[in-house]
């Protein structure tokens, strides 16, 4: 029951602000966690590469078994350039689990097209490693745009693009270390025959002419004399 009696109002705020205050109050005690939380470093197996393109997505794969196309995931998208050896791969991961959804290497051979029907989508076909294990795969991949869609498009052909000429350059340089091989290792047979070579003295020529004045002169003896 409220009192309009101000001294009786008074202690009461008094006794409120007091307990109020005891509660804040700071006593100093350190309560240790029950379980003890260690840093852990993730790796993610992109640390050796640099992202090329990164974009968000919904990706699908065609059932052949099912003749329908079914979702794979919803997440980004990258095409990742490894520092070292040049090589590019694309990878995509559903945004919650992080699950793999495509993994597979960008190649010459490789060509992507706008879906039929759809300027936002666009297929292309891959040995996908996304299981663990190589699987030829059918994908379609939605954007949320048509520019990103063609952004897509375009960073995947050129990157294929780059990968043959990568290829050719590679071709040519190891036939051209074939044929530098090849030249070093006829010019050591080369020298090695000589070193081989009997070596022929004054005396063996001597000699070899001497021999072939005998020749001669045995033939002439043999030879009957021509009649008159």
């Given at each position: 029951?409220?009192?309009?009696?101000?001294?009786?109002?008074?202690?009461?705020?008094?006794?409120?602000?007091?307990?109020?205050?005891?509660?804040?109050?700071?006593?100093?005690?350190?309560?240790?966690?029950?379980?003890?939380?260690?840093?852990?470093?993730?790796t993610?197996?992109?640390?050796?590469?640099?992202a090329?393109?990164?974009?968000?997505?919904?990706?699908?794969?065609?059932?052949?078994?099912?003749?329908?196309?079914?979702?794979?995931?919803a997440?980004?998208?990258?095409?990742?350039?490894?520092?070292?050896s040049?090589?590019?791969r694309?990878?995509?991961?559903?945004?919650?689990?992080?699950?793999?959804?495509?993994?597979?290497?960008?190649?010459?051979?490789?060509?992507?097209?706008e879906h039929?029907?759809?300027?936002?989508?666009?297929?292309?076909?891959?040995?996908?490693?996304?299981?663990?294990?190589?699987?030829?795969?059918?994908?379609?991949?939605?954007?949320?745009?048509?520019?990103?869609?063609?952004?897509?498009?375009?960073?995947?052909?050129?990157?294929?693009?780059?990968?043959l000429?990568?290829?050719?350059?590679?071709?040519?340089?190891?036939?051209?270390?074939?044929?530098?091989?090849?030249?070093?290792?006829?010019?050591?047979?080369?020298?090695?025959?000589?070193?081989?070579?009997?070596?022929?003295?004054?005396?063996?020529?001597?000699?070899?002419?001497?021999?072939?004045?005998?020749?001669?002169?045995?033939k002439?003896?043999?030879?009957?004399?021509?009649?008159?």
């Amino acid at each position: 029951m409220a009192t309009n009696d101000p001294e009786h109002r008074e202690d009461e705020e008094t006794a409120a602000a007091a307990a109020a205050t005891a509660e804040d109050e700071d006593t100093g005690a350190q309560v240790a966690p029950i379980v003890k939380l260690e840093e852990v470093a993730v790796t993610t197996g992109e640390e050796n590469e640099d992202a090329i393109l990164d974009l968000k997505s919904k990706l699908y794969r065609f059932d052949k078994d099912g003749n329908q196309w079914k979702e794979r995931g919803a997440g980004t998208v990258k095409l990742l350039k490894h520092k070292e050896s040049g090589k590019v791969r694309l990878v995509m991961r559903q945004s919650k689990t992080l699950k793999i959804c495509a993994n597979h290497l960008v190649l010459p051979t490789m060509s992507v097209q706008e879906h039929a029907g759809n300027d936002k989508s666009c297929v292309w076909h891959a040995a996908d490693f996304a299981d663990g294990e190589l699987k030829d795969e059918l994908f379609c991949i939605r954007f949320a745009s048509v520019e990103n869609c063609k952004h897509f498009m375009e960073t995947f052909q050129e990157v294929a693009e780059s990968q043959l000429k990568k290829e050719e350059n590679k071709d040519a340089s190891d036939a051209a270390g074939l044929l530098e091989k090849l030249s070093v290792e006829e010019k050591k047979i080369e020298e090695k025959a000589k070193e081989e070579a009997p070596l022929v003295t004054k005396d063996d020529k001597d000699s070899k002419s001497d021999t072939v004045k005998e020749e001669d002169a045995e033939k002439k003896t043999e030879e009957p004399a021509s009649s008159t």
